[in-house]
């Protein structure tokens, strides 16, 4: 190439122009390289973080995933609590009328008990009648038996 070009390698006289010159120069490709190092480290980050988001996508779609199987879990347990809560309505209306059913039942067995008690002390009643009549019969049969005893042999 052109024996005066800088990138030539052939060395020239010192100008202390060019000296100068390729200080400078010199300068510049090391600053040139701490940004270009600077800028890969930043790229090789950059693309950290996106395969990161690409994990995090992955992590996202699991959650999503998860979520759904979450939400028909969840739909399935509201249906059965709405069976539960059926079922405990049906047994307490079930419950209440077999109570219902039972104090009626209850009522009865009461009211024929009351009446057997009242036929029965009714009959006792007429029996307990009939044996004070009959004493009070032999009663007066004595007396006068007694008295026509005591009149009769004076």
Not at 36 to 51: D, F, I, R, V
Not at 90 to 97: F, I, P, V
């Amino acid at each position: 190439g052109d024996p005066t070009s800088p990138l030539c390698h052939r060395e020239l006289p010192q100008n202390p122009q060019t000296t100068s010159h390729e200080g400078k120069l010199s300068l510049l490709r090391e600053q040139m390289l701490r940004d270009m190092t600077t800028l890969k480290h930043a790229h090789e980050t950059e693309l950290g973080m996106l395969k990161g988001h690409k994990s995090d996508n992955g992590e996202l779609d699991r959650l999503r995933r998860e979520n759904c199987a979450l939400k028909e879990e969840n739909q399935l347990q509201a249906a059965h609590i709405m069976d539960l809560e059926k079922r405990i309505t049906d047994s307490l209306r079930e419950l209440s009328e077999k109570e219902a059913a039972w104090c009626g039942v209850e009522e009865r067995l009461r009211q024929e008990i009351q009446k057997t008690w009242g036929e029965r002390y009714q009959a006792w009643m007429l029996a307990t009648e009939q044996k004070i009549e009959e004493l009070r019969k032999t009663n007066d049969f004595l007396k006068t038996a007694l008295q026509k005893q005591q009149d009769g042999p004076s």
